[in-house]
């Protein structure tokens, strides 16, 4: 269980999730992907901010819970882009909005 995820490496051979030639539609894809994995490896999608094996994907879990409150509360501008297609993909692989670990 304590197995890191490997980084999600690019076509272009990046493993640099935050780099900023892509866009953010392609690294909520890639981190979306690093997530399902991690799923796999773990039986949860629930990555704490503070995993100090995969703390991008910590971050990332944090901020689409953050912004997942955004886009139920109307406040769009904060939302980050959060929409229902995002959601339901979170939510098909067991994704909880609130953190359990």
């Avoid at 269980?1 to 690019?10: A, I, W």
């Avoid at 979306?32 to 991690?38: D, E, I, Q, S, V």
């Avoid at 971050?59 to 995002?86: D, L, P, T």
Wanted: charged residues 25%; aromatic residues 6%; proline residues 2%.
């Amino acid at each position: 269980m304590g197995d890191r995820v490997q980084p999600v490496t690019t076509s272009a051979g990046n493993n640099n999730l935050a780099s900023t030639s892509r866009t953010n539609s392609e690294r909520s894809d890639e981190m979306f992907a690093a997530l399902h994995h991690y799923k796999t490896e773990h039986r949860h999608a629930d990555v704490s901010n503070r995993d100090a094996d995969n703390p991008k994907l910590g971050q990332w879990v944090n901020n689409q819970r953050q912004f997942y409150r955004h886009c139920k509360a109307g406040n769009n501008q904060k939302s980050e882009g959060m929409c229902e297609e995002r959601i339901q993909n979170l939510e098909s692989i067991g994704f909880k909005w609130g953190s359990e670990h």
